[in-house]
Structure formats: C-alpha cells, structure tokens
C-alpha cells in the first residue's frame, strides 16, 4: 500500500518571502500521480498543483512550483512570495496510475500547517 | 455557482440516532467521493461510485451505506452514530476514473455526535 509522509506538521513564513513542504512517498509502482492541496480555515479543499510521475519537468502554477525527485520519492512544494491568503493546511496526495478498485482513491499526508506573518 | 455542495454544513446530533448528508456535483462527472477527516485533520477515503456504481468500498463500518440515485449526487447515510463518527465528511467528484483527474471537493459537513 501506498503511503505519503509530510514530516513538517507545522512551517511558518514571513509575508513575501519563500517557503518549502515537504513530501515523501512510498509505492512500487512507476508511473503515479501526485497533487497538492490546500486547506484554509474555510474547509474548502483546494487543488494547488499536480504533477504526472512520467513527465520530467517539474510543475509550476504562479508562485507554486514542485521539485518532483522521483528517485528519491519526493514531492515538494515551494511556495514564492507568500501572501497572508497563503495560510491554510496543505496535503500531500498520491493516487495510483494503475485502473481498478482502491487504485482510484487519493492517499494523503497528514498535512503541515502553514503560517504566514505580515 | 457551486460545483460540488454538500448538506447540511454542520450536523449536530445524539448517539445511536441515524442521519444522511447529501451531495450534489453540477460539473458533470462520472465519478464521486466520499472522505472523512477526523480532528487530526488525517484525511481517508470511505466510498466512490463511479456512474451509480460502487467502485471504492474502504474499510468502513456498516453503520455507513452510501447511495447514489444518479451521477450528479452521492448521500451518505450513517445509523446507529457514535462518538467516533464525529468528523467532516467530504464529498468530491472527479470527471472520471482514468488518467490525472483532478478531484473537486465540496465545503465539507461537520459531523458532532454527543
């Protein structure tokens, strides 16, 4: 089974500054897909970004980008000039290529808080 | 325009009474979801019907039974709560099963069972 890690429950910033979540991942597959999304206090889930593990070129929506590692399982996301809206709880989530029964759920970390100060 | 709604937002209620949350999803997807996130905000999947059809079955109780009249909603109907079913339930839906399909999540519903 697949399993996802985000080792930082909490990471704070400061306003217009850079911060990096990390998220790792355990699977024997090869070809997967990973996500990250956001939480604000509103509940609301989010999708910030996702990347195909078959396509080398890291993605990047605006101020998001990920450094995808897939040797080492690795899936961070780096956050540029943080905004105050930034603050929520953002997930690390996997979800398997292969078709059929359980492989269609996402699997998601247990989230890292993120602060950001004016 | 909502894309995925849920009802009721917060839900309030006594052990071992019985209660559904509805979801409705006007972006024409194929597939839906159902996740619970519990207070350490861990979120799982519970159940996933793909064009009526149940495809995702997780290890939940029976207490749970979801059902789907047609492709636009998926409820969820809970007998017999427990302490331990209080949770926000999040219903999502996904255009359909393969390929990179994003899943869009509704606002989720505060279950407190006292």
């Known amino acids: 089974a697949q399993t996802v890690t985000q080792s930082q429950p909490e990471m704070s910033v400061q306003e217009a500054e850079t911060v990096t979540l990390s998220c790792t991942y355990d699977?024997?597959?090869?070809?997967?897909?990973l996500f990250w999304y956001k939480q604000p206090p509103s509940r609301q889930m989010i999708l910030v970004i996702r990347q195909e593990a078959y396509k080398q070129q890291n993605a990047t929506e605006n101020r998001f980008s990920v450094n995808f590692q897939k040797a080492a399982k690795s899936f961070s996301l780096k956050i540029s000039d943080s905004q105050l809206g930034d603050a929520a709880m953002y997930f690390c989530a996997y979800r398997s290529l292969r078709g059929g029964g359980s492989n269609y759920k996402l699997t998601f970390g247990k989230g890292t808080l993120l602060t950001v100060n004016p | 325009d909502t894309a995925v709604s849920q009802t009721p937002k917060y839900l309030v209620t006594q052990m071992g009474n019985d209660k559904s949350i509805k979801c409705e999803q006007n972006l024409g997807h194929d597939t839906m979801y159902w996740y619970k996130q519990d207070s350490k905000k861990f979120l799982k999947i519970m159940f996933s019907?793909?064009?009526?059809?149940?495809?995702i079955n997780e290890t939940v109780p029976n207490r749970f039974s979801p059902k789907s009249p047609d492709k636009a909603h998926l409820n969820l109907h809970i007998n017999s709560l427990e302490l331990g079913d209080s949770a926000v339930y999040f219903c999502a839906s996904s255009r359909g099963l393969a390929g990179v399909e994003t899943q869009y999540f509704g606002p989720g519903t505060r279950l407190l069972v006292l």
């Open positions: 019907y793909n064009n009526k059809e149940l495809i």
């Open positions: 699977t024997s597959e090869s070809d997967y897909y």
